[in-house]
């Protein structure tokens, strides 16, 4: 009976349809503006992650109407899954998509859902698209960059600037941890790149966006623009880095023996320092990568400001819901590791504002745990279109109309088959595929330095927990195998 009864509180905590329910309504059939940030974590200023972040146009959005939701967590904490996961409605451990080498078209039980932009097309919508939103793939006709979810796509491509000079090494002059030794993925590399602003890839995107904001749409729209940055490499115009003078910059804390209390159940600790903590502490350049992250977030929301400034001149202002979101934390020295992954609260965590005309008010936050997977549904719901009953997530409506509405639903994050964290207001907990756990107690400690998932006196909430973790984990899906075509004979 009791396994029954958990099973049952699981379903209807983290995989619970859609739900009808809507406190307040946006005024007729709403546009949608869906801006993505890549690898972005709570440094803005409306979320108080770092007080040295500059960016006043993602503070601007929450001060004229924007909703901040301080306790926001993604599905995954890499970029392909989730996406994949919140787009399509199917979270990872149903669809088998776990990490960015598997593509969501490749999975059985994603390979034909309607993502939220087909879905939104399919109910009289026009969806429109430019920059990162879905995880790009190789495919027998080239990059595949989800043009296949909207009713326009178009890509964009950098004009009149470049990189820093990385012919002798990385632009920050910091040479491997161990030589000889190559980086697998984006480097840990920063720098100015050459040209101003317009040159670059994420404000074409933002120009983009803005210039589509001039026409004149026979259907409500909807409007995903992806921007990059800070992913990295961190390559943006030097002004952004002369906003941060070095010797101004505070570096986050962290502890050398932070990792030293998470054990396998044979005893042995489960994670070790990064190597790119490593290299950047044995050249001492903590203070240069934490500016040069602060410089590339404050690039992405100077091109989320033009966005966002072509809205409020045009006359799609008062009836466009606005919704900005990360894919994903980051570390910067948390956790002796920077990068992404893992299931701790800087890689679980993300920035979520939405705005919607009419009914949310300036300056509001809600301390509510709510998850990307919920904007499907919310969207759906806000929106007046037919409830879709086979995603996951709930509509957080309800949320704009009193974000101090009891709302106890714990969240989930998956990285990885078989390893789960769930996510309450006060705790996480961590359970791995080889039955290493974690527990921390938000209350006395946020930064999850004490892991309290051995102490007799936390069994009881440790269970608790536990129980809200998945019973299935779908097998991986095929990995992306498919090369970059040789060059054809024209």
Known sequence: MRKKLAIAVLLALIFAPTTAVLAAKPPKSPNVLFIAIDDLNDWIGCFGGNDQAITPNMDRLAET?????????????????????????????????????????????????????????????????????????????????????????????????????TSNGPANRMPPLNPGTRQSGSPLDWGSTTGDDEGTKDYQTALWAADKLKHRFDKP?????????????????????????????????????????????DGK?????????????????????????????????????????????????????????????????????????????????????????DVTEPGETCSRVVNLMDLYPTLVDLCNLPKKNDISGRSIAPLFANPQTVWNYPTLTTMGRGNHSIRSERWRYNRYADGTEELYDHDSDPMEWTNLANKPEHQR?????????????????????VEKPKNRAK
């Open 461 to 481: 909430i440790k269970k608790r927990m536990a129980v809200l973790t998945p019973t299935y984990d779908a097998p991986e899906s095929p990995k992306n195998t």
């Open 65 to 165: 109407g924007g909703m901040v939701f301080s306790r926001a967590y993604c599905p995954a904490t890499v970029c392909c899954p989730s996406r994949s996961a919140l787009m399509t409605g199917i979270l990872p451990s149903d669809s088998g998509v776990y990490g960015n080498s598997q593509n969501l078209k490749n999975a059985p039980r994603t390979k034909d859902a309607l993502t939220i932009t087909q879905y939104f097309s399919k109910h009289g919508y026009f969806s429109l698209s430019c920059g990162k939103i879905f995880h790009k793939h190789m495919t027998a006709e080239g990059l595949d960059e989800g043009q296949w979810a909207y009713n326009e796509w178009s890509p964009t491509s950098s004009r009149g600037s470049g990189g820093p000079d």
């Open 221 to 265: 729209f909807f409007m995903a623009v992806g921007i990059s940055r800070p992913h990295l490499p961190w390559y943006v115009p030097q002004k952004y880095f002369d906003m941060y003078p070095l010797e101004d910059i505070k570096v986050p804390e962290f502890h050398e023996d932070d990792l030293e209390d998470i054990k396998t159940p």
């Open 269 to 357: 600790v489960k994670f070790q320092a990064s190597n790119d903590f490593l290299r950047v502490k044995k050249y001492g350049r903590f203070k240069e990568a934490t500016r040069a992250y602060l410089a590339c977030v404050s690039y992405a929301d100077d091109c989320v400001g033009v966005i966002l400034d072509a809205l409020a001149k045009s006359k799609y202002a008062d009836n466009t819901i606005v919704v900005v979101w990360g894919d994903h934390g980051w570390f910067l020295g948390e956790k002796l590791k920077y990068r992404k992954t893992h299931l701790w609260e800087e890689s679980a965590r993300v920035p979520l504002i939405i705005k919607v005309p």
